[in-house]
């Protein structure tokens, strides 16, 4: 399988290119350049393990450049990290289904991909001599998937920068607490978004990201979004062994819409999805484009769901460029208009396609506590991002809706007490984090201070 660029200036790349890359030379994301038609085999799908239907599923993208019995071991190697054997398992309510995507290593659904990218990743560098080393900034969910995905990896080093004292306490543990010597956390005096532009600066100089090989794991990778492909599909056939002739829906908490652009992929590929519910926290900028048509950058609110605070929504440029006939020109001219002006704007007819595919809900802060105290009640604790998912749900015409279960509510106690006035009852991976022995680096918020450190700490890796 070749990948292709959205805004269609780039020569086509490898499955490896595409991973390793990250993002495409004229600036537009890596897509494959079709996508694969599961539909005639769905009924052998629905009876395989996770490991086996994940296997199924990235075979069309990957087979042309690793073996069966390769993919096999990656995605054995993966899974079998998950506490249950599931991998992801459904729970249903009377009301709504929850797909329960945090039984990995840091109990987020980044695990997901990212214990599958940090393999491969381990897996290209087998036949590349050269090294690895990954940057990255986070707000949390993402730094600790990273660090779980490839600590202890041969020939990866992994540097990543959080805002000092900004996250939640036990997100930074689940950094701080890997001892790995392949891990570097970095503490950046400053905000979420002046780590993020240092690792934007450190990545435009070029002539350093090749020298000290600078690699990223952030939401655009398409690795990434192909692991996530698995579980729309798994949780799709224990659905429809329930209720056989009810309509598949699915609930997906947003942010940088990777997850749910994998569910989009998911129905490309053959999946019978009647349609995505995409759920926005008070950080609406796709409830707005979705609804309105006008894709403007706001400023950033904070709220109990932090992992979906965001300006722009990366991922979303795959989506409009499949919908809009892949026109990379338009996608092109679209972005051009979003650095300039902080915005674009879609058509009528646009519109009207995005919203065949989409329905858009916003959920305040006030809503999302509430849904939390009411599934409490019923005896189910929910974590805030989920429950943004659930109260979009239930406040469309659908019923029975698939409702992505992306964090466990022991990671974000603060909203969980607030709704519940109990805290969640922590998992045996938090037991005791907050007093176990922790590493990690202090910085202002210089990105020359920043590459000193990655310099020095490849200097002594040499
Ligand atoms: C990252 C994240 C999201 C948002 O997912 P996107 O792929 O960025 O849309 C939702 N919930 C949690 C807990 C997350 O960590």
Known sequence: MKYISTRGQSETRTFVQAVIEGLSRDGGLLIPERIPDLSDQLTTLKNL?????????????????????????????SYSVFTTPEVTPIRFTDSVAILELFHGPTLAFKDIALQFLGNLFE???????????????????????????????????????HPKGKISPIQEKQMT???????????????????????????????????????????????????QIVYYFYAAFQFQKKYPNQPIVFSVPTGNFGDIYAGYLAKKMGLPIEKLILATNENDILFRVINSGIYKIGNVAETYSPSMDIQVSSNFERFLF?????????????????????????????????????????????????????????????????????????????????????????????????????????????????????????????????????????????
């Open 322 to 462: 499949d919908t809009f006939g892949k026109d990379g020109d338009l996608i092109q001219e679209k972005m051009d208009s979003l650095s300039q002006t902080s915005e674009f704007q879609l058509s009528q007819e646009q519109v009207q396609s995005v919203q065949k595919e989409l329905l858009a809900v916003r959920i305040d802060n006030d809503q999302t506590l509430k849904t939390i105290k009411k599934y409490y009640d019923q005896g189910i604790l929910m974590d805030p991002h989920t429950a943004v998912g659930v109260a979009a749900a239930e406040s469309s015409s659908y019923k029975h809706v698939i409702c992505l279960s992306t964090a466990h509510p022991a990671k974000f106690s603060e909203a969980v007490i607030k709704a519940t006035g109990e805290d969640a009852e922590k998992p045996a991976s938090l037991e005791g984090i907050l007093e176990q022995e922790s590493r990690c680096l202090t910085c202002s918020q210089d990105k020359d201070a920043v590459k000193k450190i990655i310099i020095e700490k490849l200097k002594s890796i040499k």
């Open 49 to 77: 393990s996770y490991p086996k239907l994940a296997l199924e599923i990235f075979k069309p993208y990957i087979e042309d450049e690793f073996s069966i019995e390769t993919i096999e071991r990656l995605v054995n190697q």
């Open 177 to 227: 607490t890997v001892l790995d010597d392949n891990v570097v956390n970095i503490a950046i005096e400053g905000t979420f978004d002046d780590a993020q532009r240092i690792v934007k600066d450190i990545f435009t100089d070029l002539d350093f990201k090749d020298q000290y090989h600078l690699g990223a794991v952030n939401s655009i990778n398409w690795a990434r979004v192909m692991a």
């Open 123 to 161: 897996e290209i560098l087998k036949k590349d001599k050269n090294p690895l080393n990954i940057l990255g900034a986070t707000s949390g969910d993402t730094g600790s998937a990273a660090i779980h995905g490839v600590r202890g990896k041969d020939g990866i080093t992994i540097f990543m920068l």
